[in-house]
């Protein structure tokens, strides 16, 4: 599934500072970082009756299953006989000579293949087989990849399957040596407050243990679609990447991926994938080599307020359905552009993150119940759910309204209309050239949007394309004007427009005061 979103607000800053290479990189061996002396606390801090007097049996328990993960990838070299660019000079002058008997000498030193390594961390969920859980980033691009066990065995290990829509990847060592498994937890029982302990591999230091709470629950960081990780304020650095978090029954609930973190170091904010969100997606790779998730065929975004107004809908909950993929899974079981899916297979959408989870979650070709806002009342469709890998490898995501060619427009023409503080007009021949419109678009454009207007602090610009004003389809700037009057004169507090911007389908809810 693809999605429409709009960036929420206060969190480009907290992005710009998310580290997500958190595997330490070596050279020659050597750690870089700087150790400093922790200050003295002035006080210790007193165990609350609740809090446990020491982690010191639990991760006695855990430490053997959590492993240090190590990678090196071969840098690129020049091909063989191939030389660095000479400088240009003057003709005859002394240094070409000289560049080119320099450039010759170093050609025919015998230079090693320089290796990048990196060092990360993961766990053993099945000691049998010999499964390994890490990030997929701690994996990406490595020719070798090597896990190192607590009591400093080394074993090559074989990439099994990744996915780095959740950042997990799944590797499978071969040994005789004994191994210890932990198990998967359930993290939607965890709650803000409660203790977790972590045990990675940060800055190469391995089998480190650090100890907190859940700090936050389904915190979105704009990593990707399904976003819905556990914050908490256990210590984590470079090279925890890929390690558990731990609830203190030795559960795993969750994958230690990302920081927030100005300066690189802990600054007791960290984010966990949540386990119920990476045991489906690890049984996956480890039954297929990669991931199998249902798909719905639709572009969302999120209902404000004003949208919610505009359809009648009762509070600002659901996904707003922008666009439909032709011939997709949702196109086929009537879900339309404007729909707002409030529930999905008896699951209830709160809010637009959530569908692209529960729908990649719903297996492929079941068919489910989807409850959609229409036209002020609730509806139930049936929709027979796909699989997002074949949409992807098809080109479907991209898709949008239909491209069929059709001929260019001849009307003349017309003097714009001014609406909302915008100058609309009929669309033209030389207004589908110069604003990129697509040959079969109807609708009415916007040519001019006065800078201190409500459409402008909306977002909406030159050029885009207005198809729908109250879910009713404009052909000309007059349409528009009376659909606004009378939203006017039923008292709405907002008008919803359907804007396309080169392709690009969303609804703009336009207050009206």
């Known amino acids: 599934m693809a999605e429409a979103r709009p960036r929420k607000a206060g969190v480009r800053p907290l992005v710009a500072a998310i580290v997500w290479g958190m595997t330490s990189v070596m050279a020659g061996g050597a750690v870089t970082g700087v150790l400093a002396a922790a200050p003295a606390q002035a006080q210790a801090a007193t165990p609350s009756r609740n809090a446990p007097g020491s982690f010191a049996d639990l991760a006695e328990k855990l430490l053997p299953a959590v492993v240090n993960i190590s990678t090196s990838q071969n840098a690129p070299q020049r091909p063989q006989g191939q030389r660095p660019e000479i400088p240009q000079f003057p003709p005859g002058s002394p240094f070409e000579d000289f560049f080119k008997d320099f450039f010759d000498r170093q050609q025919q030193q015998d230079q090693p293949q320089r290796k990048a390594t990196s060092l990360g961390s993961g766990f053993i969920i099945d000691a049998k087989n010999g499964y390994v859980v890490t ?117 795993v609930i969750g994958i230690n991926t990302a920081i927030f973190s100005p300066s690189g170091g802990s600054v007791g904010i960290g984010f966990a994938i949540p386990s119920n969100l990476a045991k489906q997606v690890v049984a996956q790779l480890k039954d297929y080599g990669k991931t199998r998730r249902g798909w719905l065929g639709v572009r ?55 569908l692209p989870r529960v729908v990649a979650e719903t297996g492929i070709d079941k068919a489910v119940p989807v409850e959609v806002w229409r036209k002020g009342k609730a509806q139930t469709v049936q929709v027979k759910v796909g699989e997002l890998e074949a949409a992807e490898e098809q080109g479907l995501l991209a898709a949008g309204p239909d ?10 023409a017309q003097k714009p209309t001014e609406s909302l503080g915008m100058k609309l007009t009929a669309i033209t021949p030389e207004l589908r050239q110069q604003y990129e419109i697509k040959p079969d678009m109807k609708g009415v454009v916007i040519t001019e949007v006065a800078g201190n207007s409500t459409a402008g602090e909306k977002g909406l610009r030159a050029g885009d394309v207005i198809i729908e004003v109250g879910q009713e389809e404009v052909r000309k700037p007059e349409d528009v004007t009376a659909k606004v009057q009378k939203a006017k004169e039923q008292n709405k507090k907002s008008v919803l427009l359907l804007v396309d911007r080169k392709g690009d389908l969303r609804f703009v809810a336009i207050p009206l005061s």
């Open 135 to 251: 990030n997929n980033h701690v994996v990406q691009d490595a020719d070798e990849i090597t896990v190192i066990l607590q009591d400093d065995t080394n074993i090559k290990a074989e990439l099994v399957g990744k996915d780095s829509k959740t950042d997990l990847a799944l590797l499978k060592i071969k040994t005789s040596h004994p191994l210890v498994a932990v198990p998967f937890g359930d993290s939607d029982a965890m709650r803000v407050g409660d203790w977790v302990l972590a045990i990675g591999n940060p800055f190469g230091l391995g089998g480190s243990v650090t100890a907190g709470i859940i700090s936050a629950r389904q915190r979105n960081i704009d990593a990707g679609p399904y976003d819905d990780f556990l914050q908490t304020d256990a210590s984590i650095n470079r090279g925890n990447s890929g390690g558990p978090m731990f609830n203190l029954n030795g559960e």
């Open 300 to 354: 969302i975004q999120a209902v404000t307020p004003e949208i919610a107004e505009s359809l009648g809908l009762p509070g600002h909950k659901g996904a707003l359905v922008a666009s439909v993929t032709p011939d997709g899974p949702a196109a086929k079981g009537g879900i339309q552009a404007g729909d707002v899916v409030t529930k999905f297979d008896g699951k209830e959408i709160d809010e637009m993150r959530r």
């Open 403 to 412: 491209d069929k060619q059709q001929p260019k427009d001849k009307a003349p």
